[in-house]
């Protein structure tokens, strides 16, 4: 049996100087940068669902955020076992679009206006066409485009949210907020979790994370699919460690109760989800795994 050694790799590239030589000529290809389109689309059942890459970066020291709780050693050792680095990690913002065929629903709004729309005009939308805005909850990665130089960015939409997480934040002196959503509250509906915002969507509280969160029920032609927003917000460190307290979930231990609980509803009903800050596209299942739980990336299931 032969062993393939990087050794021996790389001796074989080396003897290929001919395919170079016949290739020199050409003009040098300009380097791009990583890159991928910024929409995924799939359809569940008679609804097209859209995820949306309204912004992904890097962000330095991810334990002061995800692993408050533990000691860097069992971080570390966490972030070994699944390959990720400990000084760095890449945050993604996917807001999702949903055509039932009669309106177009869009779940939340990034952190502004511009990266939303932008992506939006690669997926084929235009802010006019937006009929529904439905905001999960309203940190400023969600609400931060809501509005866009003291107008609506969505000019013909109305908007749902549940009404715990807006009175919230009515009484929170939150300058996000003010400039953002409390301009729209004569045009948004106030709901509580298991209301139906359109027939096939249905809210779920899923309160912790903020106190009113709420998760998207999607239901067309026998299939399901969450859209959880925030309720677990590293495909990682959330997942295999539901009770590992996280920064922004602003009552600790309800968060990890709720994320417990949704993640063991999504494993035992093999419900797939979308998750606003999962690796993009942000579409994935969830397995039980020993005390926790694990998070397998869709691959072509939404595609048949
Ligand atoms: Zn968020």
Redesign the pocket.
Same mark, same amino acid.
């Given at each position: 049996m032969t062993r393939l050694t990087r050794r021996a790799a790389l001796a074989g590239a080396a003897a290929l100087p001919l395919v170079a030589a016949a290739t020199q000529t050409r003009a040098a290809a300009p380097m791009m940068g990583a890159g991928s389109a910024p929409y995924n689309r799939f359809t569940l059942g008679d609804l097209e669902v859209t995820t949306i890459l309204a912004g992904s970066r890097a962000v330095p020291d991810p334990q002061t955020i995800f692993g408050m709780n533990v000691s860097a050693e069992e971080f570390k050792g966490a972030a070994d076992a699944a390959h990720l680095p400990i000084d760095q990690a890449q945050f993604f !913002?996917t807001p999702t679009v949903v055509n039932t065929g009669s309106e177009l629903v869009l779940f %939340?709004t990034g952190l502004s206006a511009a990266n939303t729309t932008a992506a939006l005009a690669a997926a084929g939308y235009t802010p006019d066409m937006v009929d529904i805005v439905v905001i999960t =909850?309203m =940190?400023g %990665?969600?609400i931060g485009g809501l509005m866009h130089d003291g107008a609506p960015t969505y000019p013909n939409a109305r908007y749902v949210t549940g009404s715990a997480e807006y009175n919230f934040w009515g009484e929170a002196g939150n300058d996000t907020f003010e400039a953002q959503m409390r301009p729209l509250a004569e045009q948004t509906t106030f709901i509580e979790g298991g209301t139906d915002v359109v027939s096939g969507i249905t809210s779920m509280d899923a309160f912790g =994370?903020t106190p009113g969160h709420m998760g998207y029920l999607l239901d067309s032609g026998g299939k399901q699919l969450l859209v959880g927003? %925030?309720f677990t917000?590293h495909y990682v460190w959330s997942l295999a460690y539901p009770d590992w307290e996280v920064k !922004?979930d602003m009552d600790k231990e309800k968060a990890a109760e709720t994320r417990r609980s949704v993640l063991n509803m999504l494993a035992s009903e093999k419900m797939p989800m979308i998750g606003? =800050?999962m690796p993009w596209p942000g579409v994935g299942y969830v397995d039980t795994r020993g005390d926790g739980f694990h998070y397998v990336p869709q691959s072509y299931q939404l595609m048949l």
């Open positions: !913002f %939340d =909850h =940190h %990665d969600h =994370h927003a %925030d917000n !922004f606003y =800050h």
